[in-house]
């Protein structure tokens, strides 16, 4: 009686909402249909809960359940870019909370649940401090230590497909200390009318992710085998979802791109992964990987505890585990590293080079070597980078910083090549004023655009074009510049162009996952170039996905073009995504850096 009663309240409401308001009516939640009722979109997650509760046999509840090994999610419908229904499944735990005793600890095995758990929002990013994140999380999400979680997008209905999808698995930026793959950060709509399931998800940041004592007492690259758990949950469970095992591509972008690089070259992904695409970022840049974390660790217990003198690694880790998580996130400690580079001195805690034995190591090589040698994952790879990469991190320094950079370069000229190149000291005076002459036989300070251009090719596009052509010995291998500036990628108006390209960093991702914040759900407000450039990124990134190949065949809206592949005899191939698609060859000064670096670096080889 008591049910019955209940159902026709939770009726009536619905009806009386639905009768009196549109889509966003003022009860603030609709009973969803799918494909071809009311427009399928949950504002209430409790609501629908409560609905399945009471039908339990409706067609709908059904579709929105999935059965995980360690319990049962419910799900939500939301729209995509055309007004197609997909299924989004938000915040599923892949690992146990980080948290009390397994802070700075190996991810372990999700804690299995009884109840049926809503799969219905993001509310969780992992811990990063506001103040120095280069974008600030949304209001309504709340910054945690329990942040372990993935998202799976799906457009078919899971468990009824009798085809399965290839997957998208999708590292989030940050620089290793910010961000999030929470939808509010990376919309999926745009990639469900391709015909691809798109997973992403969060790993531990900043000190809580990458401090490591250099020995098994607090282990390193804790980011990084969050990461690594997620993906074996996605090879695990993607099935579910309608998702292909055997089809996944592994893609990030900046820091995200470097890891996605670091899960190319470990052993651990051998056999999980079908390609990778990697954008802006790898693992052999030498701004990507700390030599000295064990330093780093102790100098930040030291400034949390002004009494902490003990050099043992034990005590520091029971100082760290009696300090608050915002704590060890919010103190700031300097880089005495090498800080001759803007960017270099921005990152502490980095992914490092772990102990060979060590117990779940992802690398335990240096970089340049697994790759050179030949020790990589041998799948279609990707990559890439932006006319201009620096000008997005450059916009943030005042000119007198900007200023005192380029003195400190043009005064202290061995400076401009990163001591983990290692270079022989004696060479190195010959070796800086050579790469120097590269960009300018000017002073920095006279030449703006050759001091924009030197960080873009040194931290970004050499080591990724050199990453591009060292796999394509062994696998087919992609190289892009993407290069159109637009209003979708929402960087105008920089400073520091003059002399240099003007396409910044992160500016290809809104062609992606959609334009800056303000107008993203509004793709039709800006330029038909814009909407066009988008379509044609969302094509070639999803033929990548689907066939491992950006143009298998040709197609009116890539103008019919076909991307070659990168090596050639002596030149290096590359697509130039711009207004128009065009193949050129030898980007950037990639072939004189190259001969440069490949005639004075010696080993051992970790970056280039």
């Known amino acids: 009686m008591c049910r019955s009663y209940a159902l026709v309240l939770l009726l009536a409401g619905y009806c009386f909402c639905y009768s009196m308001k549109p889509l966003d009516n003022a009860c603030g939640w609709q009973v969803p249909t799918l494909n071809g009722g009311p427009r399928s979109k949950l504002y209430d997650p409790e609501a629908i809960k ?10 709908l509840c059904d579709q929105l359940l999935v059965t995980l090994p360690e319990g049962q999610i419910r799900g939500h419908v ?6 197609k229904d997909f299924f989004a499944f938000q915040e599923i735990p892949y690992a146990a909370p980080p948290v009390g005793k397994n802070r700075f600890k190996d991810p372990l ?21 506001n103040a120095t994140a280069l974008t600030s999380v949304p209001e309504d999400m709340e910054i945690t230590e329990d942040c372990l979680y993935i998202n799976v997008y799906t457009p078919r209905v899971p468990l009824t497909t009798h085809e399965y999808l ?27 009318d391709y015909d691809i399931i798109v997973v992403t998800m969060n790993y531990r940041l900043g000190p809580l992710g990458f401090l490591t004592t250099g020995d098994n007492v607090i282990p390193g690259n804790l980011g990084l085998k969050d990461t690594f758990q997620a993906l074996k949950w996605t090879y695990d469970n993607i099935n579910l979802f309608g998702g292909d095992k055997n089809k996944i591509t592994v893609m990030g972008e900046s820091a995200g791109s470097t890891t996605a ?42 400034a949390l505890d002004s009494t902490f003198t003990s050099e043992d690694s034990n005590q520091l880790l029971d100082t760290l585990l009696s300090k608050t998580a915002e704590e060890i996130t919010d103190t700031a400690i300097t880089n005495d590293g090498y800080t001759a580079n803007p960017l270099g001195a921005l990152v502490i805690w980095l992914p490092i080079i772990e102990k060979k034995g060590t117990p779940n190591a992802i690398i ?51 400076l401009i090549l990163h001591p983990a190149l290692n270079i022989d000291p004696a060479a190195l005076p010959e070796a800086a004023k050579e790469y120097k002459e590269i960009f300018t036989t000017k002073t920095f300070v006279e030449d703006n655009g050759a001091y924009t251009r030197y960080i873009t090719e040194d931290v970004f596009s050499t080591p990724n074009i050199k990453h591009a052509e060292l796999s394509s010995h062994k696998a087919t291998t992609y190289l892009y510049e993407f290069a159109y500036k637009g209003k979708m990628g ?11 390209d003007d396409v910044a960093h992160t500016e290809e991702l809104h062609y992606l996952f959609g334009g800056r914040e303000g107008v993203r759900d509004s793709i039709k407000l800006y330029p038909k170039e814009d909407q066009l450039t988008m379509k044609r990124m969302l094509t070639l990134w999803t033929n990548f996905i689907k066939y491992q190949n950006p143009t298998p065949t040709k197609e009116a809206i890539l103008d019919n073009k076909i991307w070659p592949c990168i090596v050639c005899g002596n030149k290096i191939n590359y697509l130039s995504i711009n ?26 080889y970790y970056v280039f």
């Not at 939301?78 to 007004?83: H, I, K, T, V, Y």
């Not at 030949?374 to 006319?387: D, E, L, R």
């Not at 207004?579 to 051992?604: C, F, G, M, Q, V």
């Open 50 to 59: 409560v609905f399945c509760k009471i039908l339990r046999n409706h067609p």
């Open 261 to 302: 690089g670091f899960m190319h070259l470990s052993k651990r992904t051998h056999g999980m992964v079908a390609g990778y695409i990697l954008e802006s970022g790898t693992p052999i840049s030498p701004y990507a990987f700390q030599s000295n974390a064990r330093h780093y660790a102790f100098k930040l217990a030291k």
């Open 166 to 192: 290839p997957v998208l698995f999708w590292i989030h930026a940050g620089g290793y200390f910010y961000g999030s793959g929470a939808l509010q950060y990376y919309d999926p709509k745009y990639f469900m």
């Open 364 to 414: 335990t090589e240096p970089m340049y070597e697994i790759l050179n040698n030949g020790g990589f994952n041998a799948v279609p790879f990707m990559t890439g980078f932006t006319s201009e990469e620096s000008l997005f991190f450059l916009r943030y320094l005042p000119a007198a910083n900007l200023q005192f950079f380029k003195e400190l370069l043009d005064n202290n000229t061995q």
């Open 109 to 129: 095995p999700p804690v299995p649940w009884t109840e049926i758990r809503n799969a219905t929002q993001n509310k969780k990013v992992c811990m990063q401090n």
């Open 579 to 604: 207004k128009t698609l065009e193949a050129r060859i030898d980007p950037k000064s990639y072939k004189k850096a190259n001969k440069l670096l490949e005639k004075y670096h010696k080993p051992p």
């Open 78 to 83: 939301l729209e995509s870019q055309d007004g």
């Open 490 to 500: 929402g960087l105008m108006n920089l400073p520091y162009t003059a002399g240099a």
